[in-house]
């Protein structure tokens, strides 16, 4: 560890510190004002990344699983700590950036980019239909259109663009922009379609 990293754990170290040794204020007990130094201490690692951020939150997470062991007067168990990594919400973000990342590490994207390139993609309409069909097919599999549309449609769709010689920070004002604008809107269809997709629907 160097010594600009070094300082940088000592400040996140120190916040938790003094906060627990300030009297909490009123309406708040011991234990909340404890737990607030510790995703305060949290918040600023994620800026100042002394370590990689999934090292960050899990240190936070065992201190406050420590803390909770030590304060709590059995009202607030240990448990609870980690009761939100039990919601399906959770692991179906997690599972979507995952696959996002998969798509564009191994390289899955481009090639389903330029098989799409060469089979429908002759003309710029036929990649908005690509774009339609694409979550058109996926929507019956993907019980989320927020995950389906982030975490699967758009590595694909920005491959197929930037194979297209059309990048977000050279050319976006190439094919890239009619694909996203057509990858906006393409979402909403299939989610209409299916019922727990899309909030709008239980609104009709």
């Known amino acids: 560890m160097n010594k600009k990293s ?13 906060i627990g040794f300030m009297p909490a204020p009123a309406g708040l007990s011991e234990l909340a004002w404890v737990l607030f130094g510790i995703y305060l201490a949290a918040i600023v690692g994620l800026v100042i990344k002394p370590f990689p951020e999934p090292v960050v939150l899990l240190i936070a997470v065992a201190a406050s699983m420590v803390v909770v062991g030590n304060l709590s007067d059995g009202a607030f168990k240990t448990t609870a700590v980690l ?14 950036f995952t696959l996002s ?22 003309t710029t309409l036929g990649l908005g239909y690509v774009t339609v069909f694409l979550d058109l097919v996926l929507a019956p599999a993907t019980p989320s259109n927020t995950a389906r549309a982030g975490g699967i449609v758009l590595p694909i769709i920005n491959s197929v663009a930037v194979a297209l010689g059309s990048e ?37």
Not at 83 to 96: D, K, P, Q, R
Not at 101 to 114: D, N, P, S
Not at 178 to 203: D, E, V
Request: aromatic share 14%.
């Open 83 to 96: 009761s939100g990594y039990s919601s399906g919400t959770t692991w179906l973000v997690f599972s979507a």
């Open 101 to 122: 990342a998969a798509f564009v590490t191994t390289g899955l994207g481009k090639r389903i980019a330029y098989l799409l390139i060469g089979k429908i993609g002759n």
């Open 168 to 204: 977000p920070e050279k050319s976006p004002r190439r094919v890239g922009h009619y694909l996203m604008m057509s990858f906006t809107w393409s979402p909403k269809p299939p989610a209409i379609c299916s019922l727990p997709q899309w909030r709008g629907t239980f609104w009709r």
């Open 6 to 18: 070094l300082w940088k754990l000592i400040l996140i170290l120190a916040i938790p510190c003094i």
